[in-house]
């Protein structure tokens, strides 16, 4: 059989209109938005309902066609850009957009793959129901994609990962048949939890076609406190102090180091500086309630009061509207972009036990700058979650190609300083093609040999998303 | 190799002192709780550390001896209670009860599987933090049966199941390797996340000897309000309303019908009742919080005040003090004695999507009534998260014996009925060998597959806890 016969099968089966074979129409899925990954593919199929991604399953497992998922195009580590090989098929769901149902009683959405998130949050507010993942390409990435890596973003430290909110699963397996397991129920102990290995799993188990999402009540009152710190340590007292008071209002606890805050400045339009003095790192802190503003903004006066005696901060503004709440949040939001705006740079998604983040700040700075001097530190993140990104940006002055000859062997000392504190190498983006080497230098043998067998039990012929994670 | 020569073995290599052989020694560990399995065993093997767990499973490994873990002996399903192979080992974890570290910086507590649960509670309360699992047999009850049964209990509305409070686990495989999975992260996308297969497996997997858990803000401040309804209707209508105003607060949403009432005013020395008539219903809610009671218990007033404007509930009574607090959780939690003390029954822990509770008490009452008049519902339970324990006690005059012949069929039309609504068969006390049948006949046979071939993985000699859920 070949190729061609092959595509054409695929069209007779699931229709033209859901198949596209021509170079031109698959040119733009076969690179990642950052242009870091490029493969190639014979089609790129688009089904819109989960019987036709079975029917596109069952013939890729008979063929033994590799697949390769792709969500929103959002990831960070290639692992929804196909490999070299042009039998890839490329599977996209965002034909399958549908929310299935809302349930505020039980506080349920049940909604496809392919919905991109944003929508789904602006569903269930509408419902006066929070869905509380939200994370930067909230209005690209799709659901699907988020559940696969099981995403993060900025309100894990209250709700948790995308695996938390996800009750059910409705997925295909690799041979075509339907995972049937869209469940809302809140307990269910009949054997083992199987929709927890799709979750994460980076489309490499099967498709997720639609989850069972909790919802939670919507949080009308927000207070932002943006805080100056002199210190990583500072920030884990302020933390401590925060969380044994706040309790479960605190939604935030994001940090940002004075380089951070230096680059948005520089490179954003329209952005102020927050103090009059510039401080070492700042953090920024959410506490949201469903009711009773002046009970929440008592409550965070106190604290921070408390904070500013005892030391845990150097100096505090609290958000007096909503305005002030989103503007706030701009100065933590904009950083990625402001070093996109500087110049090659290199990302490293990594997570620590919270406690150990100021060693690991001081002993992985140490090894970056003996590595190669004058290498920026540019570090931010889900302090409260212990997740960092520990970009580096080139030494002033620096060629643009800088990580071209250096990025290697900087990632090497930074993971490898994460590995000692017991951090992981990857806190909330999973591994793809980028972070694969690290992985299997970094996981136990033991646990990758589980994994492997476990794909397999999944996946005998081998045809999901090759060549990511192991 | 005799038997004899295997035990011999055992006691050589983790001493004398940690093997039982003797048929007085092993009596006791051969039956449930509730006397209604028994089994056989050939030795009882209580190891100190996790090397020493190891050592036993390679030994049982090699010797194809089957191996059953035993934690407190409070589960309900008969899967800590061996079967009749006289060749069979018994685990238990009893001695590895240190908490290895309780770190308030980063919320969490790293304890052995042989702890206690009530004992964790306590050491993580002195230490001004919460580990909200809760339930009835925590005073008896080890973390490792807790986390190999996903345990539920009172407030997993608010903070979810074991499986939410495991950011880790070390465990030792069938085959006597260690598992090093005992992180406390927040946040790791490195692969499949290979501990979620273990928690609920009840012990089918391999032994899990150690877990990372999650820690909270202690809530000092607390407020019950026990609430009469009309029907489960009312009680979804009022957990509606308490979800969107009580939001985080709200930490438990109890139910239970005035005929589970009745039963411990019966049986239950001291008790009183809640009001002064007898209401069809009665929901317990237990909202919680770190600081500020009056701003609490003005918002708990809010609520029941509409709640009763609106005819959500018929009257309702609010806490004032601890003393309170306990009284009233006393009229719920002790329901499952007082029915013991009235007689052999039936239990059913089952759980259905919330907003199918109301429905489905009316068509599964039919059911029974329509199986055996005269049979009596005693159905109470985690409201808030569509757990209901549905039992039933025999007719009133009817012989002690009833459930002999007429259980099996009982049972047969209420969990009918509970998938007949998309519930589970097990909401929260597992499989063991009490559902067994019953799983296989609900649970779809490809998930069922899965989890067969999943199994082979983990325990290829198929010696970890033979004839347990599957």
Request: charged content about 25%.
């Given at each position: 059989m070949t190729d061609l016969s092959f595509a054409q099968r695929l069209a007779d089966t699931l229709g033209t209109d859901a198949v596209s074979t021509s170079a031109d129409e698959i040119e733009p899925w076969l690179s990642d938005w950052r242009g870091m990954y490029k493969g190639k593919a014979q089609a790129v199929v688009r089904p819109s309902t989960t019987d036709e991604v079975a029917a596109c399953l069952a013939l890729c497992s008979d063929a033994r066609v590799p697949v390769v998922p792709r969500g929103g195009n959002t990831g960070l580590c290639g692992a929804a850009t196909p490999d070299a090989s042009p039998n890839n098929v490329i599977l996209s769901l965002?034909?399958?957009?549908?929310?299935r149902s809302i349930d505020t009683t039980g506080n349920t959405m049940v909604a496809e793959a392919g919905c991109i998130l944003g929508n789904l949050r602006r569903a269930a507010e509408e419902q006066h129901r929070l869905l509380p993942l939200s994370l930067a390409a909230e209005d690209s990435c799709q659901l699907g994609g988020n559940l696969s890596t099981n995403a993060g973003g900025v309100n894990v430290v209250r709700y948790g990962m995308t695996r938390e909110l996800a009750l059910g699963l409705e997925a295909v397996l690799p041979n075509g048949e339907i995972f049937h397991g869209l469940r809302t129920l809140r307990k269910d102990n009949t054997g083992y939890d199987l929709k927890q290995l799709m979750i994460g799993a980076e489309g490499t188990l099967g498709i997720i076609t639609a989850a069972a999402l909790r919802l939670y009540p919507r949080n009308d009152v927000r207070v932002v406190v943006l805080a100056a710190v002199n210190s990583a340590q500072q920030a884990l007292e302020l933390f401590e102090l925060l969380f044994e008071r706040g309790g479960p209002r605190m939604q935030a606890f994001e940090f940002f180091t004075a380089e951070c805050l230096d680059l948005v400045l520089a490179h954003v339009e329209g952005m102020r500086a927050p103090f009059a003095e510039r401080h070492p790192a700042y953090v920024l802190i959410e506490l949201a309630d469903t009711v009773d503003e002046t009970a929440l903004r008592a409550l965070v006066e106190t604290v921070i009061g408390e904070a500013l005696e005892r030391e845990l901060c150097t100096d505090a503004a609290v958000s007096e509207s909503i305005a002030q709440v989103n503007s706030m949040w701009r100065l933590r939001e904009e950083i990625s972009e402001a070093q996109r705006a500087d110049g090659p740079h290199v990302k490293h998604d990594v997570s620590l036990p919270i406690e150990a983040i100021p060693a690991f700040l001081e002993t992985a700075g140490e090894r970056v700058e003996k590595h190669?001097?004058?290498?920026r530190l540019i570090v931010f993140g889900h302090f409260g979650d212990g997740n960092l990104h520990y970009n580096l940006s080139r030494p002033?002055?620096?060629?643009?190609?800088?990580f071209a000859q250096h990025g290697e062997g900087l990632t090497a000392e930074v993971l490898d300083e994460v590995a000692r504190y017991g951090g992981s190498i990857s806190a909330e983006h999973g591994i793809g093609q980028l972070k694969r080497d690290y992985f299997s230098r970094y996981k136990d043998p033991l646990e990758i040999r589980l994994m492997r067998e476990i794909r397999k039990v999944f996946d005998p012929h081998g045809i999901m998303n090759p060549g990511k994670i192991f």
């Amino acid at each position: 059989m070949t190729d061609l016969s092959f595509a054409q099968r695929l069209a007779d089966t699931l229709g033209t209109d859901a198949v596209s074979t021509s170079a031109d129409e698959i040119e733009p899925w076969l690179s990642d938005w950052r242009g870091m990954y490029k493969g190639k593919a014979q089609a790129v199929v688009r089904p819109s309902t989960t019987d036709e991604v079975a029917a596109c399953l069952a013939l890729c497992s008979d063929a033994r066609v590799p697949v390769v998922p792709r969500g929103g195009n959002t990831g960070l580590c290639g692992a929804a850009t196909p490999d070299a090989s042009p039998n890839n098929v490329i599977l996209s769901l965002d034909r399958m957009h549908a929310i299935r149902s809302i349930d505020t009683t039980g506080n349920t959405m049940v909604a496809e793959a392919g919905c991109i998130l944003g929508n789904l949050r602006r569903a269930a507010e509408e419902q006066h129901r929070l869905l509380p993942l939200s994370l930067a390409a909230e209005d690209s990435c799709q659901l699907g994609g988020n559940l696969s890596t099981n995403a993060g973003g900025v309100n894990v430290v209250r709700y948790g990962m995308t695996r938390e909110l996800a009750l059910g699963l409705e997925a295909v397996l690799p041979n075509g048949e339907i995972f049937h397991g869209l469940r809302t129920l809140r307990k269910d102990n009949t054997g083992y939890d199987l929709k927890q290995l799709m979750i994460g799993a980076e489309g490499t188990l099967g498709i997720i076609t639609a989850a069972a999402l909790r919802l939670y009540p919507r949080n009308d009152v927000r207070v932002v406190v943006l805080a100056a710190v002199n210190s990583a340590q500072q920030a884990l007292e302020l933390f401590e102090l925060l969380f044994e008071r706040g309790g479960p209002r605190m939604q935030a606890f994001e940090f940002f180091t004075a380089e951070c805050l230096d680059l948005v400045l520089a490179h954003v339009e329209g952005m102020r500086a927050p103090f009059a003095e510039r401080h070492p790192a700042y953090v920024l802190i959410e506490l949201a309630d469903t009711v009773d503003e002046t009970a929440l903004r008592a409550l965070v006066e106190t604290v921070i009061g408390e904070a500013l005696e005892r030391e845990l901060c150097t100096d505090a503004a609290v958000s007096e509207s909503i305005a002030q709440v989103n503007s706030m949040w701009r100065l933590r939001e904009e950083i990625s972009e402001a070093q996109r705006a500087d110049g090659p740079h290199v990302k490293h998604d990594v997570s620590l036990p919270i406690e150990a983040i100021p060693a690991f700040l001081e002993t992985a700075g140490e090894r970056v700058e003996k590595h190669h001097a004058g290498v920026r530190l540019i570090v931010f993140g889900h302090f409260g979650d212990g997740n960092l990104h520990y970009n580096l940006s080139r030494p002033s002055g620096a060629p643009r190609d800088f990580f071209a000859q250096h990025g290697e062997g900087l990632t090497a000392e930074v993971l490898d300083e994460v590995a000692r504190y017991g951090g992981s190498i990857s806190a909330e983006h999973g591994i793809g093609q980028l972070k694969r080497d690290y992985f299997s230098r970094y996981k136990d043998p033991l646990e990758i040999r589980l994994m492997r067998e476990i794909r397999k039990v999944f996946d005998p012929h081998g045809i999901m998303n090759p060549g990511k994670i192991f």
